[in-house]
């Protein structure tokens, strides 16, 4: 497994010399950064992929969610308020996780 996540972040790095500004191929790089265990890598993945799509909501959950786990609770707030003024509904659902303490591991 080891060989497949080191392969699948040089195609991605590889792609992102050769789509440097595309926010979707930002986040799913940060989605396999996360999902490695480089919260820190990934977070700022997230980020430059806001810079150039500023509502994207699933790239606003993830950074809010890391941003938390890595506990900069200002960010964290920042990025999960932007998503709540996206979708209003969704601020019952972020409410209750955070309630529940879903993201504090």
Same mark, same amino acid.
């Given at each position: ?92 659902? $972020?409410?209750?996780? $955070? ?7």
């Amino acid at each position: 497994a080891l060989g497949e996540n080191q392969l699948a972040t040089d195609a991605f790095e590889k792609g992102l010399e050769l789509r440097p500004n595309s926010p979707n191929f930002m986040m799913l790089y940060a989605n396999l950064l996360r999902d490695n265990g480089k919260r820190s890598e990934a977070l700022e993945m997230y980020r430059r992929s806001l810079s150039l799509q500023p509502n994207n909501p699933v790239a606003l959950l993830n950074a809010g969610i890391l941003s938390l786990k890595l506990g900069q609770r200002e960010a964290a707030a920042s990025y999960l308020e932007s998503l709540r003024q996206l979708d209003r509904n969704l601020a019952k659902i $972020l409410q209750k996780c $955070l309630d529940l303490r879903l993201w504090d591991q």
